[in-house]
């Protein structure tokens, strides 16, 4: 396994070009898709509606959970290190 991410991080432009490639692909397939039998009128007339809407969610989740981060829920870096030292002393 380390073999194989040394030798795409040697390679890192070929697979940086080559996921480029893949998204195009799978972006224009998305375009190919029957709208016929949609059952929106979102799905019938925005192309890539569901690529779209996933990449959003994923960009709204990745949001909140750094919002929550922030905000104080995340346990501090050396809260199991206080903790051990709490019960040492106890």
Known sequence: MIALIESLRARSKTVV?????????????STQVDTHHAHSWVEQHVPCFWSLFGFTAAAVIIGVARWFGRSGIQAPTDFYTRSQS???EA
């Open 17 to 29: 070009t080559v996921c480029y490639v893949l998204l195009a692909v799978i972006a224009v397939g």
């Open 86 to 88: 709490s019960e040492e």
